[in-house]
């Protein structure tokens, strides 16, 4: 099919759709394979992060900070510093946490809601938006330099507990993370990525 049967596809497409502007449709698909193409192409990174965490339960908002790494092609790092420590990592299909002097360990199979968040972060930093489509509906706004992706959960469990989680970045960095739960709480967590 040539470029021009593929614009023509593309417009017919978007008004049997009924969306307004096949260019916002055809921008937001190059947009969006650009920025996971960035992505993909960073083999690894530090950041460290601040996470603010909004519980209807509790008058003031649970803080937390610590660092983050991601090291293709699935090992991702979390250790919270601040106010406890702990360490979280994931590998492949293994979590791995260390608090408090113990040690446990468990596979993603063994619980899709874990699985489906942590691969919201994990995907994400590694360009793989075929993952990232299989746990959730991804919307994604902006341009490559200045990006969002609105990421509704697909899974019914997951559904009944996270609402929405929104990334946000400039080229190859996450900046932002923040997740809305169905309940009305909020977690927001912050990325200052480490100079290399």
Do not use: C
């Not at 614009?7 to 937001?28: F, P, T």
């Not at 702990?86 to 260390?98: L, P, Y």
């Not at 063994?110 to 590694?126: F, G, H, Q």
């Amino acid at each position: 099919m040539s470029s021009g049967a593929r614009a023509l596809w593309s417009v017919l497409m978007a008004l049997a759709l009924g969306i307004a502007s096949s260019s916002d449709v055809m921008g937001a698909d190059e947009g969006l394979a650009e920025v996971m193409l960035k992505l993909a192409a960073v083999p690894s990174s530090r950041a460290h992060f601040a996470e603010r965490r909004t519980l209807s339960l509790l008058t003031t908002p649970l803080e937390s900070s610590g660092t983050l790494s991601y090291t293709r092609p699935d090992r991702l790092e979390r250790t919270t510093l601040y106010p406890s420590q702990q360490r979280m990592s994931v590998a492949g299909d293994k979590v791995t946490v260390e608090q408090d002097g113990q040690t446990r360990s468990f596979t993603l199979g063994d619980t899709p809601e874990v699985t489906a968040l942590i691969e919201s972060i994990r995907s994400t930093l590694s360009g793989d938006l075929v993952t990232l489509e299989k746990y959730y509906d991804v919307v994604f706004k902006g341009a490559p330099d200045r990006w969002e992706l609105r990421l509704a959960p697909k899974d019914a469990r997951v559904k009944a507990l996270v609402r929405s989680i929104t990334i946000a970045g400039r080229n190859a960095t996450i900046e932002t993370v923040d997740t809305e739960e169905q309940g009305g709480d909020r977690t927001i967590m912050a990325i200052v990525a480490d100079r290399p």
